[in-house]
């Protein structure tokens, strides 16, 4: 089956731009996960939403924010970029329930450079 | 708070030698841990998990809850192993689903 699909895969936006990022989850996923990869502050969580319900949150300033629909596909958005925000965004999916089989799926990651 | 540490950032073995990649962590309660793998220009990927208590390509972890650490160990390393490790723990208590917490990553290489 299809593995997680996020696009678009790399862009390039100007400080004060906003941007916004796709995650389409595998078949029959209801959670997804975003992450924020950067050389320095490694894999950060940033927020995971079920059913159309954030469930989880990071600790991310307001700018970051996200949204899912019903078919599961998600999508986050960040305002007011700078230049701090160049980084891997990285999703992942889930069956999003609470037992330890409960695994992630990561995608590709898009990669977001900020000028 | 939870936190992971992964105390090496490089890591070089000789293929067919002894692996061992460190990961402690801290967490008030029973976390489940778990090993992410980045192949070269590939996607992060589950190695292993603490519950299932498998060998996955030869690797193998146990959660030492005394020492609270998780340490990954192969016997043979081979030059396929070379990549980026990641140790991550999830919160117990059903509520952290999707969020994982990370350790900054132990790149190995395996020379031949």
């Known amino acids: 089956k299809a593995g997680v699909t996020q696009t678009p895969r790399y862009l390039i936006k100007t400080r004060g731009q906003q941007v916004t990022l796709s995650c389409s989850p595998i078949?029959?996923?209801?959670?997804v996960s975003w992450y924020q990869q950067t050389p320095g502050q490694g894999l950060q969580f940033l927020f995971e939403?079920?059913?159309?319900?954030?469930?989880n949150k990071g600790n991310f300033p307001g700018r970051f924010s996200g949204r899912q629909f019903s078919n599961s596909r998600s999508e986050m958005n960040v305002s007011t970029l700078e230049l701090g925000d160049s980084a891997l965004y990285l999703c992942?999916?889930?069956?999003?329930?609470?037992?330890?089989?409960?695994?992630?799926?990561f995608g590709a990651g898009s990669r977001l450079t900020v000028l | 708070a939870q936190r992971v540490t992964q105390p090496e950032k490089l890591l070089s073995v000789f293929k067919g030698a002894p692996v061992e990649l460190k990961c402690n962590y801290s967490?008030?309660?029973?976390?489940?841990l778990f090993w992410y793998v980045q192949y070269s220009r590939q996607r992060l990927q589950l190695l292993l998990r603490?519950?299932s208590r498998e060998s996955i390509k030869g690797f193998t972890a146990d959660l030492n809850k005394g020492e609270t650490s998780f340490h990954l160990k192969k016997p043979f390393a081979q030059e396929e192993d070379s990549a980026m490790y990641y140790c991550?723990?999830?919160?117990?208590?059903?509520?952290?689903?999707?969020?994982?917490?990370f350790g900054q990553g132990t790149i190995l290489t395996v020379h031949p």
């Open positions: 967490y008030s309660g029973s976390p489940e």
């Open positions: 078949s029959g996923h209801r959670s």
């Open positions: 939403y079920f059913s159309e319900t954030q469930r």
């Open positions: 992942a999916s889930s069956l999003g329930g609470a037992s330890g089989a409960n695994v992630l799926t």
């Open positions: 991550a723990l999830r919160g117990a208590g059903g509520t952290s689903y999707g969020k994982l917490t």
């Open positions: 603490h519950i």
